[in-house]
């Protein structure tokens, strides 16, 4: 069956880093675009960055835009999240989602908390 397992969260304080990583099983990863989301406490989930397939083309949303970095390893089915220079607003529950036509899967989530 289909895993997205997420690893990597935790506290880190303001101006720190954070990989984030996704190891997924169960279906052909590299055929799937890739996407990590976020949720904090009270708020809508949002999207924060898209890889396609081939890890050709990435977008961000405009909130992480330069402090965040999204990459794959097909051969390691496996998607990255670097992210830099956190803020506090950062805070949230990030999950990895895959995407191919009609079908999409979610992870878990694991937790990222910045603060001091």
């Known amino acids: 069956q289909v895993q997205l397992v997420e690893s990597g969260g935790g506290l880190v304080q303001p101006g720190g880093s954070l990989r984030l990583s996704c190891a997924a099983s169960?279906?052909?990863?590299?055929?799937?675009?890739m996407s990590w989301y976020r949720q904090a406490p009270g708020k809508e989930r949002e999207l924060v960055a898209t890889?396609?397939?081939?890890?050709?083309?990435?977008n961000y949303a405009g909130s992480v835009k330069g402090r965040f970095t999204i990459s794959r390893d097909n051969d390691k089915n496996t998607v990255y999240l670097q992210m830099n220079s956190l803020k506090a607003e950062d805070t949230a529950v990030y999950y990895c989602?895959?995407?191919?036509?009609?079908?999409?899967?979610w992870g878990q989530g694991t937790q990222v908390t910045v603060s001091s």
């Open positions: 989602h895959a995407a191919r036509g009609l079908l999409a899967s």
């Open positions: 890889i396609t397939s081939s890890g050709s083309r990435r």
């Open positions: 169960g279906f052909t990863f590299s055929n799937y675009v």
